[in-house]
């Protein structure tokens, strides 16, 4: 199944970080439409607003309009859920448990693990490019 997209933010932020208001403001179309065209809450779009739309942004319609595939959400069983709800109790536990550290240390152990992950990925794309 397919779904139509409105590529309307990543046009404003391409275009100078444009603000909703900009947009309105440059074309007569009301922020609200606008915001309805980002959060997918439109059920469809006017020719007008859409000749309007790429006149401003100088792109074609079919920069602003993206046909992806709908990903279906399956939703998780009672199963699931409990077992999710035990490991978030868990992990509450053992941090409400733990000694306080200053952020300077929390960061300190975060870089520490970031380095740790990232290694084996550099040494793999040092060996890629030998």
Do not use: Y
């Not at 947009?23 to 007569?28: D, F, I, K, N, P």
């Not at 179309?29 to 020719?47: C, H, N, P, R, V």
């Not at 309007?52 to 069983?77: G, M, R, T």
Request: overall charge positive; proline content about 4%; hydrophobic content about 40%.
């Amino acid at each position: 199944m397919k779904q139509v997209r409105f590529n309307l933010a990543l046009l404003r932020a391409t275009h100078g970080r444009l603000t909703q208001r900009e947009v309105s403001l440059a074309t007569g179309l009301s922020q609200k439409t606008l915001s309805a065209l980002e959060t997918g809450s439109s059920k469809g779009i006017e020719f007008s607003t859409l000749v309007k739309l790429c006149q401003f942004l100088k792109c074609a319609p079919n920069d602003l309009l993206i046909l992806e595939d709908v990903i279906e959400e399956i939703q998780p069983s009672d199963e699931s859920r409990a077992k999710a709800k035990e490991i978030i109790s868990r992990g509450l536990e053992k941090a409400i448990a733990a000694p306080k550290k200053t952020p300077d240390e929390i960061w300190a152990e975060f870089d520490a693990l970031r380095i740790k992950i990232q290694a084996p990925l550099q040494e793999d794309r040092v060996r890629e490019r030998a």
